[in-house]
C-alpha cells in the first residue's frame, strides 16, 4: 500500500505561479512512476505529468510544457509539480498518482491504470 497525500492548491491570479506537492508513504519499492493528474469541472480526469521514480525521466500533456515542472525528492519520498504562467483553464482539482508497475515503460495517460491517487486539491486561476 502507498499513501499519498496532496497540498499547495490555492487561489492565484492568471500568470501567476504556485507549486503542488506530494507526500508519499508505504511500499515506495513498489512504485515505478508518480505524477498528477487533474480534473476540470465537468470534465473526465485529464493527464498531467509523470516522473520515473527511480530513472528520473519525465513526460508532461502538451498544454503545460514550458510551463510546469515536475520534480521528486526520492530521500523524502516527495514530488512536486511547479506551476508558472497559470492559465484559467488551468482550473482543476489536481491528483497526485502512483503507478507501481515495473513492466510499464511510460506512464499511462489513463487514470484506471494508475494505483494510487491522493485526495485531490483546488487550483484555483481567476482573471
Known amino acids: 500500500q502507498v499513501q499519498l497525500v496532496e497540498s499547495g492548491g490555492d487561489l492565484v491570479q492568471a500568470g501567476g505561479s504556485l507549486r503542488l506537492s506530494c507526500a508519499a508513504s508505504?511500499?515506495?519499492?513498489?512504485?515505478?512512476?508518480m505524477g498528477w493528474f487533474r480534473q476540470i469541472s465537468g470534465k473526465e480526469r485529464e493527464f498531467v505529468g509523470a516522473?520515473?521514480?527511480?530513472?528520473?525521466?519525465?513526460s508532461y500533456r502538451d498544454s503545460v510544457k514550458g510551463r510546469f515542472a515536475i520534480s521528486r525528492d526520492n530521500a523524502k519520498n516527495m514530488v512536486s509539480l511547479q506551476m508558472s504562467s497559470l492559465k484559467p483553464e488551468d482550473t482543476a482539482v489536481y491528483f497526485c498518482?502512483?503507478?507501481?508497475?515495473?513492466?510499464?515503460?511510460?506512464?499511462?495517460?489513463?487514470?484506471?491504470?494508475?494505483?494510487?491517487w491522493g485526495q485531490g486539491t483546488q487550483v484555483t486561476v481567476s482573471s
Open positions: 498518482v502512483a503507478d507501481r508497475s515495473l513492466k510499464r515503460v511510460v506512464p499511462s495517460r489513463y487514470p484506471s491504470d494508475w494505483d494510487y
Open positions: 508505504g511500499d515506495m519499492d513498489s512504485v515505478k512512476f
Open positions: 516522473i520515473n521514480w527511480n530513472g528520473g525521466s519525465i
